[in-house]
């Protein structure tokens, strides 16, 4: 009968199990690596898509709102590439509000004023504001706002206000402009409802 000698790993074997493990625990930190840079790359996607359709969707609902202020001022105040001055009943209270959209720096805000006194009146009145959307990317080539006449041309600076019938919005966000995505880009339009009314009455 023969006995069966256990014996241990030679050195040779050592190190081919080490090379291995090693090879195999290299492989599997790609693979995790990879998914992390591809889940990462779709989520910061997402957060683009998402941060242009909110600017967009608040901006332009607040613009096809846009009436005569409660002091009897014209509903658009003032038209810029970046901002827009308007008055609007944004919170559904019957009473209107004026209402600012400007971008600052890589940031969209929404300013709201109430008027106040008797007669009622916006000056001097504060200012609350929201921060509507951050990582914008608009420029000087991209404008944020563009404004149309009522034959559906592109109105040109310096512009009237009382011209304007309808407003562009084109909304531009880059999550990480280190990376990828690329920059995301969004647009809407609003008719200005009660200021066409009141150029066909």
């Known amino acids: 009968m023969r006995l069966l000698l256990s014996r241990g790993l030679t050195l040779i074997e050592t190190v081919v199990t080490v090379a291995l493990t090693s090879l195999v625990m290299l492989a599997l930190t790609s693979i995790i690596q990879y998914f992390y840079r591809t889940n990462m790359y779709a989520l910061e996607q997402s957060r683009a898509v998402n941060s ?12 096809r709102e846009a009436s005569y202020g409660t002091d009897g001022s014209y509903p658009l105040l ?3 590439t970046s901002s827009v001055v308007f ?17 600052s720096g ?7 004023t109430k008027a106040a006194g008797s007669p009622p009146s ?4 504060p200012e609350t504001t929201t921060l509507v959307v951050d990582n914008m990317r608009n420029g000087t080539s991209t404008p944020l706002f563009s404004y149309y006449g009522a034959d559906g041309s592109l109105l ?18 880059d999550v990480n402009p280190n990376r990828a995505p690329e920059v995301y880009q969004l647009s809407g339009n609003a008719t200005l409802r009660n200021v066409r009314n009141a150029s066909t009455q």
């Open 156 to 173: 040109d600076y310096p512009l009237s206000v009382a011209a304007v019938t309808s407003v562009h919005m084109d909304a531009a966000t």
């Open 87 to 103: 008055h609007a009943d944004v919170d559904t209270d019957s009473a209107v509000e004026k209402v600012r959209y400007y971008l």
């Open 106 to 112: 890589a940031t969209l805000y929404r300013g709201i």
């Open 52 to 63: 242009a359709r909110t600017s967009v969707e608040h901006a332009m609902a607040d613009l």
């Open 78 to 80: 003032s038209a810029a």
């Open 122 to 125: 916006y000056a001097g009145q």
